[in-house]
């Protein structure tokens, strides 16, 4: 295999099967997990180390202080616990993190373009797209053509799961194999990496609701 690719790894559902979707594509040679002082990072990055390890990457994290200092809700360690009845526009502003993906895939170009890789690849969905912009088809191609300007290799964003809704990565992990065990998709910390996730927070709603329209609803019984 002759392409080859730098990934953004949370630890979350969707970097985790990205990883999984992309193997027939690209040798996948450098994960990227950031570190902006959000609630759960310790166990973002345990989660996200793991899975590195799981599939032979090289892992690293990346800080960014900065971040959290201009970014005032409830995602990072100043703000309440999350608790929400609904996803959609409000909740997805509730953990918004200016420019986050933007900032992201640049910092990744900046390896891309120094290694010499073919693909930075994104967990970017379909669902997650309805209420986060950043995840948006249209967001994806406009950073594509950025690095044709940006950068000297021009690398491609992969992102796999674009066209897929939560229950249909959850499908696709279980089709794959994927080492489900190892992620972490809850927003709220515990402290600890192996504490069950919270069950409030968006990402878990939309977890839950992915593994109940799934084909293995017994997973919720891994995670809450």
């Given at each position: 295999?002759?392409?080859?690719g730098?990934?953004l790894?949370s630890?979350?559902?969707d970097?985790l099967?990205?990883i999984?979707?992309?193997?027939?594509?690209?040798k996948i040679?450098?994960?990227?997990t950031?570190?902006y002082?959000?609630?759960?990072?310790?166990?973002e990055?345990q989660?996200?180390?793991n899975?590195?390890r799981?599939?032979?990457?090289e892992?690293r994290?990346?800080?960014?202080?900065f971040?959290?200092?201009?970014?005032?809700?409830?995602?990072t360690k100043?703000?309440?616990?999350?608790?929400?009845?609904?996803?959609?526009?409000?909740?997805?502003?509730?953990?918004w993190?200016?420019?986050?993906?933007?900032?992201?895939?640049?910092?990744?170009?900046?390896?891309?373009?120094s290694?010499g890789?073919?693909?930075?690849?994104?967990g970017?969905?379909k669902e997650?797209?309805?209420t986060?912009?950043d995840?948006?088809?249209d967001?994806?191609?406009s950073a594509?053509?950025?690095?044709?300007?940006s950068?000297?290799?021009?690398?491609?964003?992969?992102?796999?799961l674009?066209?897929?809704y939560k229950?249909?990565i959850?499908n696709l992990?279980?089709?794959?194999g994927?080492p489900l065990?190892?992620?972490?998709s809850?927003?709220?910390?515990?402290?600890?990496?192996?504490k069950?996730?919270?069950?409030?927070?968006e990402?878990?709603?939309?977890?839950r609701?992915?593994i109940?329209?799934?084909?293995?609803?017994?997973?919720?019984?891994?995670?809450f």
């Amino acid at each position: 295999m002759n392409k080859s690719g730098v990934i953004l790894l949370s630890g979350g559902l969707d970097s985790l099967v990205s990883i999984c979707a992309s193997l027939e594509i690209c040798k996948i040679e450098l994960a990227l997990t950031f570190d902006y002082s959000q609630r759960a990072a310790k166990e973002e990055i345990q989660a996200a180390s793991n899975i590195a390890r799981h599939y032979n990457i090289e892992h690293r994290v990346i800080k960014l202080p900065f971040l959290s200092e201009i970014t005032d809700n409830a995602l990072t360690k100043n703000g309440a616990n999350l608790d929400f009845e609904k996803m959609d526009k409000d909740s997805a502003k509730a953990v918004w993190v200016p420019n986050r993906n933007g900032l992201f895939l640049n910092i990744a170009a900046c390896f891309a373009d120094s290694k010499g890789y073919d693909y930075i690849i994104i967990g970017a969905n379909k669902e997650e797209a309805g209420t986060f912009p950043d995840n948006d088809v249209d967001f994806l191609d406009s950073a594509d053509s950025f690095f044709e300007f940006s950068t000297l290799m021009h690398p491609k964003i992969l992102a796999p799961l674009k066209n897929l809704y939560k229950h249909e990565i959850i499908n696709l992990a279980l089709e794959k194999g994927s080492p489900l065990e190892y992620l972490k998709s809850c927003y709220n910390s515990s402290g600890e990496y192996e504490k069950k996730h919270c069950g409030k927070c968006e990402s878990c709603k939309r977890l839950r609701d992915a593994i109940l329209k799934s084909v293995n609803k017994d997973l919720l019984k891994l995670f809450f």
